[in-house]
């Protein structure tokens, strides 16, 4: 008899008597099942305060510990629910199967078109309306006219199906109009045709700006000058370590490192995207401010990682996105100031998630407009990332272009991208 749907996952309150809900997934595993659970979880704006995953190969066993940051965060409990079980391998009597089946296909693309008068904020009150609605921005354009109104392309899949009915696009669309108010022009929301689906929006940076932007040497942390001291500080508390020898079948990751926005997601990410099979993982509570994890794991193959060039590469590449899990840095595009905001892409094309909520947050915190936006791909040599780039205008009359002005935008962003 095949477990009933509704128990694969469960979410409950803590014994513990916190604001701690713990969620417990139980299913047929897969590969990359980790990290496709903790993506979903950081695109709620839960914080995962410790967890346990377990896989014979065959079936897992996953339980979180999780809060609402902040804890203002009104959280749809029901709707994280939902998108778990979809994400989760199938063991469902055939009608639901067909569900999650229809779920796993690439979604498609939704145009919302938002034409209106300027003002501080309105692309962060719109994209955080959107990550409400559980709609994830893809791409985004925005053009900013001389006579003061702006006109924002928001790419957008739908991980609730609620805009594959007329209804439910123009209920979208009035959503957002009734929460710009005045100032909104118009609000549409259709199907991308195929021309928009077939633009990948890679991009054309400037090779210097790139290699600044892409370029982490994670020894210069302690030997250079071109980090800050903070890094240095941090390259001493990040550590990942392969041990052999408390496991016959299994090599054990023992990794700390400074806690941080998206952390367990990152690590999970990069063993999905290295073929590094998570037999077990214990992730422990924050102490000190210093995160603690032991993965047990296998090659693809189904052994130890005994071979020492691949324990360096692994090794050093958890350590590099540790450190660096996204670049952030402020550049000239001619005459105005531009920020870029940069993170590794999943090979499977899934780009970091709630990025333009917390940056658009950010500016909107410090008073900066945005004159310009876009989302754009590029390729390394080793990954592909995605980019954003924000054409800023004049905070309150003081020039961005001071290099005070500069240093205080990228520390805001970076706290607000990784600060809990």
């Known amino acids: 008899m095949g477990m009933s749907w509704e128990d694969v996952v469960l979410i409950e309150e803590s014994k513990s008597g916190s604001e701690e809900k713990v969620v417990t997934v139980n299913c047929p595993d897969k590969a990359g099942l980790g990290c496709d659970l903790l993506r979903i979880v950081l695109e709620f704006g839960l914080y995962v305060t410790r967890g346990d995953f377990s896989t014979d190969g065959k079936w897992c066993y996953v339980v979180l510990w999780v809060v609402a940051r902040p804890a203002s965060l009104k959280v749809d409990w029901e709707s994280l629910k939902t998108r778990l079980v979809a994400c989760c391998p199938s063991c469902m009597p055939a009608f639901y199967l067909n569900q999650i089946s229809t779920c796993s296909k690439s979604p498609p693309l939704y145009l919302l078109k938002v034409f209106s008068w300027d003002r501080k904020g309105l692309v962060h009150d719109v994209t955080k309306l959107l990550c409400e609605l559980e709609l994830t921005i893809q791409r985004l354009k925005v053009m900013t006219t001389p006579d003061g109104k702006v006109l924002d392309l928001f790419f957008v899949t739908d991980s609730v199906n609620i805009l594959h009915t007329k209804i439910g696009r123009e209920e979208t669309s009035e959503h957002i109009s009734i929460m710009l108010g005045e100032c909104c022009i118009s609000c549409e929301l259709e199907l991308a045709g195929p021309e928009y689906e077939s633009q990948q929006g890679f991009s054309s940076i400037p090779e210097a700006i790139a290699e600044n932007l892409f ?33 016959p079948a299994h090599s054990l990751l023992q990794i700390q490192c400074r806690d941080q926005k998206g952390l367990i997601y990152d690590i999970f990410r990069i063993s999905k995207d290295c073929d590094i099979q998570i037999a077990y993982g214990r992730v422990s509570s924050s102490v000190d401010g210093i995160r603690s994890l032991d993965l047990f794991v296998q090659n693809e193959d189904g052994k130890k990682i005994m071979n020492i060039e691949n324990q360096i590469a692994l090794c050093s590449r958890l350590k590099e996105e540790m450190l660096h899990p996204l670049r952030v840095m402020i550049t000239n595009r001619g005459p105005d100031t531009e920020l870029l905001v940069a993170n590794p892409v999943e090979l499977s094309g899934k780009g970091r998630p709630r990025v333009v909520y917390d940056v658009t947050f950010a500016l909107k915190t410090l008073g900066i407009c945005i004159f310009s936006a876009e989302i754009v791909r590029h390729s390394t040599l080793d990954r592909e990332w995605e980019v954003y780039r924000f054409l800023l205008v004049e905070k309150q009359g003081v020039p961005l272009t001071s290099k005070q002005a500069k240093q205080d935008i990228i520390n805001k962003v970076r706290r607000t991208l990784m600060g809990w």
């Open 215 to 247: 370029s982490c040497d994670v020894s210069a942390a302690e030997n250079g000058p071109r980090t800050l001291k903070s890094d240095a500080i941090k390259f001493k508390e990040a550590s990942v370590v392969v041990d052999n020898t408390l496991s």
